[in-house]
C-alpha cells in the first residue's frame, strides 16, 4: 500500500467490529457477522453468511478469521486487491494470514523488552507499535500499516512545504541581503549589524546601516595612553 493507492474501504474495515450475532438471522446457526464487502462500503459492513446469499451474491466478500481473540484474513484473499507486500505473514491451521489491527503487547515486550534483549541488534520490530517481527517486514498488522502509510505522507508534505519556502528565498552573498520575492521587499538582512526588516528597499536599509555605523564611530570616546612612566624628581 502507498499513500496515493489506499482503498477507501481499508478504514472501514479496521474499525469494523465483527463476530456479533446477526440481528436478521438471530434464530439462524451461522449468524455470526464475519462477512466484509468491499463493494458495498455500507455502514454495517460486517454481516452473516444468510445476507451475503441475499444482498452480496454477485460482491466481492472477505472473509474474517478469529486467532487468539484477534482478527486475521487470508493472504489469498486480499493479495489481489491489496498491496499487503510489508506486512507480517503468519501461518495459522495451515492458511497463511494477516492480521487486521494491532494487538496489545504483555508487559516486557515491545520497546523495553528489544532494548533489553541480547539478540535486540538482529530482530525486526514493527515501525508502528514495536512489536518484534519473524521476518524482514515493516508492519505487524493492516493498521500499523495504514499508520505508517499516512506518518510518511505527512512526512512528505513537510518536506514539500520546506523545499518550497527555500526556493522563495533568495539570498545575495555579496551583502548578506535575503529576500522573499527577488525584488528587495520581505524579509531583508543588511550589512555586518544584522539589521532585519519585514518590507522595504534593498538600498535603504544599507544606507541606514551605514549611516549607523558612522555614527557610532563619531560618538566614540577617544582615550589618550599616558606617556611613559611617572618618575619622582632628583634632590639637590
Same mark, same amino acid.
Given at each position: ?10 478504514? @472501514?474495515?479496521?474499525?469494523?467490529? &465483527? &463476530?456479533?450475532?446477526?440481528? /436478521? ?27 451475503? /446469499?441475499?444482498?452480496?451474491? +454477485? ?6 478469521? =478469529? +486467532? /487468539? ?6 493472504? +489469498?484473499? @486480499?493479495? !489481489?486487491?491489496? !498491496? *499487503? ?21 504483555? =508487559? ?28 524482514? &517486514? ?23 512545504? *520546506? ?5 522563495? *528565498? ?32 534593498? !538600498?535603504?536599509?544599507?544606507? !541606514? ?22 618618575? =619622582?624628581?632628583?634632590?639637590?
Amino acid at each position: 500500500m502507498k499513500g496515493e493507492f489506499v482503498p477507501p474501504w481499508l478504514e @472501514l474495515l479496521l474499525s469494523t467490529q &465483527f &463476530f456479533n450475532t446477526c440481528t /436478521s438471522h438471530h434464530n439462524s446457526p451461522r449468524n455470526e457477522c464475519n462477512l466484509f464487502c468491499i463493494d458495498c462500503q455500507a455502514p454495517e459492513a460486517a454481516f452473516c453468511y444468510y445476507c451475503r /446469499s441475499c444482498h452480496h451474491s +454477485s460482491h466481492r466478500v472477505i472473509q474474517i478469521r =478469529r +486467532s /487468539s481473540y484477534h482478527d486475521v484474513v487470508k493472504v +489469498s484473499e @486480499l493479495e !489481489d486487491i491489496l !498491496d *499487503i507486500s510489508n506486512v507480517q505473514t503468519y501461518v495459522i491451521n495451515s492458511a497463511r494470514v494477516v492480521f487486521l489491527n494491532e494487538r496489545p503487547q504483555l =508487559r516486557g515486550c515491545g520497546v523495553l523488552a528489544i532494548k533489553s534483549s541480547p539478540s535486540s541488534l538482529s530482530s525486526y520490530n514493527c515501525e508502528t507499535c514495536s512489536r518484534v517481527l519473524l521476518d524482514a &517486514f515493516r508492519f505487524c498488522s493492516l493498521g500499523c500499516n495504514l499508520i505508517g502509510i499516512k506518518n510518511d505522507v505527512e512526512t512528505v508534505v513537510a518536506n514539500d512545504g *520546506i523545499a518550497h519556502n527555500d526556493k522563495d *528565498i533568495k539570498i545575495d552573498g555579496s551583502n548578506g541581503t535575503a529576500n522573499t520575492n527577488g525584488t528587495g521587499k520581505g524579509i531583508e538582512i543588511c550589512g555586518n549589524n544584522g539589521t532585519i526588516a519585514n518590507t522595504g528597499n534593498e !538600498d535603504e536599509i544599507c544606507s !541606514d546601516a551605514s549611516k549607523n555605523k558612522e555614527i557610532l564611530s563619531s560618538t566614540r570616546v577617544v582615550r589618550h595612553r599616558r606617556k611613559g612612566i611617572p618618575r =619622582r624628581a632628583p634632590f639637590f
